[in-house]
DNA sequence: TTGTATGCGTTATCAG
DNA sequence: CTGATAACGCATACAA
């Protein structure tokens, strides 16, 4: 590992010198001694020493990516197939734009804080952080923070937020079940907050369009370790005669489910519909192919990079919350029962209601 | 950000004492001024700044992780299901044994490189690159480095690498098809080199442990492109008749051309078997399941992560080729074709070959 | 056009 | 027990 001293005194100049060819400061430099200082940093190989750039500089072209663990969902959320997706989007990026990529993820959102001080990054994504942890980190850090999938207070705190018409996207699902003669729907979801959460909603006013009231007792809160449990499952199974179709917040779920009730004698979709959300390759492989509503991750992952080296180059403040646009993807795992419809809706939108999505 | 210097200036003492505090080095300092220090430490919750720690010592704290991307496979390779596991598991690992993870992803292997160094990473993890790429990359960086899934000649240059019993588990699929009856076996490869070489060997051993020859047209090279050019799956389903089993090298692929063929009237297993290797989630999901060859490759993420660690700090050097059991696990994908085996070969190995496996 | 001097935050050496 | 001081590699303001 050859220095710019080194340098410097091979050819008997002084380090300003070389810095300035470096960094292609030519016009203050002579264009023999340029050459000269070009010929050895080839012959040499010369690579920077990143960590005394940062010392001397105010960054460090580090982007933290986090990704606070959940214990309950997955074993570790880099393998969720999304995530993966995504957060190569983002790496092929930040690596394009000449930064580099520190990954932290953790369940101690102090530790996680930590890691990204001492680093002194230049930037953040978070992905699928929570308010509170948000704010906590914005409390002690004070570089641009791009989110991706988080819904705050925007009246308590700014941010720049990379998400999703998770609300219209739910809608329409909720909308081509119900067109295709579905009026028992459960909604499956992790949890009630965040993006689940707004899907949620995008799907009452789907039903509410339709004269129909969303019941909680519909809402079916679903975890990793329910899997492994078989009273869990037991208890799934028995409750899903009462629906005609299960719509879930992530293929991950649709598919994992799809599999558990069709080894158990449930015909998808003659007995049981399902839809996710995303698209991911899964759901275009099993059969039946998933009806889902797609994003594109990649686009996304670019999106959040680029915006957040806008911010800290500081060309400007961009847009603070994008909605990238979702599409439904009708395929092979929802019936239609036009016939069998419950007779006392009808499949028409009830008039008079008009709530907007996303307004 | 509170440095070092800070908290000396404000209780009046040298830096040399706070740094000694901060390094639990409290034997040379009184009582009384560690009590100030550590007060202070809590308060203003100092973190030390790394690139400076970087500066002064050998050590960065940094364990690198690279994966050449491979432009003609996927996207981007950080989203396939089997690296995204290995991936998360490193880097849980590597976080809890108080390291970081950077990870570079190039398919310019001196851009690697020069990431690399800029760094100072203490530690190199390196999946699936090649040969000749990595005797490019030793010859630039001098810190310890672990292979992972790599098979290069031994005699050329040292190198630890933690990889699987690939030939046996390529072996014992084999003899599983050919115990089901099946003869006519086409073998479906990414590549010709490293993991997927070794298990072609595996499954040449197989075939000459029952009296047959594997035959090179056999083997299928396949290409994610080929996916998308409709002439080239027509051929491969043309080819196919040929065939009772689809041996693949991955679930990925196994999977995949599963959902192709079913779709075009193929009946799995019926009319053409499957097998794959690795186990992700995707193989437990599909119907039928499919029938694999397991690894663990969290398991694997972690004592890559260990050996490396144990290098950095020159514990020792660790045994220098670690395989990892891999396990067959039988699932609904493979037919049994007892009465319909080819008569001129027996279902039992022949009598005098005995060629061991992994001897 | 080139060089000198200084500082970034930390650790380490050595002296008091 | 404590404190100067130098050093790590680089960038930059300022001199020459």
């Not at 960054?59 to 663990?69: A, E, M, R, T």
């Not at 329910?226 to 779920?253: G, I, K």
């Not at 594109?296 to 806008?310: E, F, H, N, Q, S």
């Amino acid at each position: 590992m050859i220095t710019i001293k080194d340098m410097a005194d091979m050819l008997g100049i002084s380090t300003t010198t070389v810095s300035n060819v470096i960094h292609g400061k030519t016009s203050e430099v002579s264009q023999k001694t340029v050459e000269k200082v070009e010929k050895l940093l080839k012959e040499y190989d010369y690579v920077p020493n990143n960590s005394a750039r940062s010392l001397t500089q105010k960054c460090s072209k580090i982007i933290g990516v986090s990704l606070k663990g959940r214990k309950d969902q997955y074993d570790n959320i880099i393998a969720d197939p999304f995530f993966s997706v995504l957060l190569g989007a983002i790496e092929s990026e930040i690596r394009r734009r000449g930064y580099f990529m520190m990954i932290y993820t953790s369940d101690d959102i102090s530790e996680l804080i930590r890691n990204i001080l001492t680093w002194n990054a230049d930037g953040l994504i978070l992905l699928g952080i929570l308010h509170d942890d948000f704010v906590k980190i914005k409390s002690r850090y004070k570089n641009p923070i791009v989110l991706i999938d988080s819904y705050a207070p925007r009246d308590i705190m700014n941010y720049v937020n990379v998400g999703l018409e998770d609300e219209k996207g739910a809608y329409e699902m909720t909308v081509h079940l119900l067109e295709r003669g579905h009026r028992r729907i459960a909604f499956l979801a992790d949890n009630m907050e965040g993006v689940d959460y707004i899907r949620y909603i995008g799907h009452q006013k789907a039903l509410a369009r339709y004269g129909l009231k969303a019941d909680s007792k519909d809402l079916l809160i679903i975890r990793a370790e329910m899997m492994e449990r078989e009273a869990s499952m037991e208890e799934l199974f028995y409750l899903s005669r009462n629906y005609t179709a299960f719509m879930c917040c992530s293929d991950y779920w649709a598919v994992l489910l799809m599999s558990y009730f069709s080894d158990r004698g449930v015909r998808i979709p003659e007995d049981l519909s399902f839809t996710g959300f995303d698209d991911v390759l899964l759901s275009r492989i099993i059969r039946p192919a998933l009806t889902t509503v797609r994003q594109d991750p990649a686009k996304r992952g670019r999106l959040a990079v680029d915006t957040l080296i806008k911010m800290i180059q500081e060309e400007e403040i961009p847009e603070w919350d994008v909605k990238l646009p979702v599409e439904l993807v009708v395929r092979d795992s929802v019936k239609t029962i036009s016939a069998y419809g419950n007779p006392e809706h009808s499949m028409e939108p009830e008039r008079g209601i008009d709530d907007g999505v996303d307004e």
